[in-house]
T-cell receptor
Framework: GIQVEQSPPDLILQEGANSTLRCNFS?????LQWFHQNPWGQLINLFY???GTKQNGRLSATTVATERYSLLYISSSQTTDSGVYFC????????????FGAGTRLAVHP | GAGVSQSPRYKVAKRGQDVALRCDPI?????LFWYQQALGQGPEFLTY????????KSGLPSDRFFAERPEGSVSTLKIQRTQQEDSAVYLC????????????FGPGTRLLVL
């Protein structure tokens, strides 16, 4: 089956620092979403980005579908950015289930 | 409410008990998904509904797990004769169309089986 690999697995930042999270996937996909899971467990949609680049405030994401990777950029990190960031893909070919990576655990310290 | 809601938020069950978890999707959303998230891992797909039709149940781990969405809106995930390995967070998600769009997740039900 498709492999979704996220890196790094863990990341510790000082408030104000920038970071890049990576998601590699092993097959063609119809959909790619980035989520932030907050400390209370809620999965928050960040981006729906099967291809191209999108920006939302301090966050931006780029997916290069032909090379099977996506990047999530966090600039000027804040303590509220702490949590787990998941990449999830929807396989091409009529499947509807999201396949999640293992996540990147981010801790931002003041 | 504008989002996906789930109840109960927390459930403690004794091994062997039956449990029922409820999901209220965003109004008008055609597609509904259930996922299971074990501690420290990413969510894993359980089952998918398009309106009232269960089109994919390939992720259900055993025949003790059963899901329904009889009127194409609210869904219930039932686990019979719970086991300790069923302890996890159960997440429900919905999407507007036929499943290729953004999936929106509820807050989850945290199940602990003792």
């Amino acid at each position: 089956g498709i492999q979704v690999e996220q890196s790094p697995p863990d990341l510790i930042l000082q408030e104000g620092a920038n970071s890049t999270l990576r998601c590699n996937f092993s097959d063609s996909v119809n959909n790619l979403q980035w989520f932030h899971q907050n400390p209370w467990g809620q999965l928050i949609n960040l981006f729906y980005i099967p291809s191209g680049t999108k920006q939302n405030g301090r966050l931006s994401a780029t997916t290069v579908a032909t090379e099977r990777y996506s990047l999530l950029y966090i600039s000027s990190s804040q303590t509220t950015d702490s949590g787990v960031y998941f990449c999830a893909v929807l396989l091409a070919g009529g499947y509807n289930k999201l396949i999640f990576g293992a996540g990147t655990r981010l801790a931002v310290h003041p | 409410g504008a989002g996906v809601s789930q109840s109960p938020r927390y459930k403690v069950a004794k091994r062997g008990q039956d449990v029922a978890l409820r999901c209220d999707p965003i109004s008008g959303h055609v597609s509904l998904f259930w996922y299971q998230q074990a501690l420290g891992q990413g969510p894993e797909f359980l089952t998918y509904f398009q309106n009232e039709a269960q089109l994919d149940k390939s992720g259900l781990p055993s025949d003790r797990f059963f899901a329904e969405r009889p009127e194409g809106s609210v869904s219930t995930l039932k686990i019979q004769r719970t086991q300790q390995e069923d302890s996890a967070v159960y997440l429900c998600a919905s999407s507007l169309g036929l499943g290729l769009e953004t999936q929106y997740f509820g807050p989850g039900t945290r199940l602990l089986v003792l």
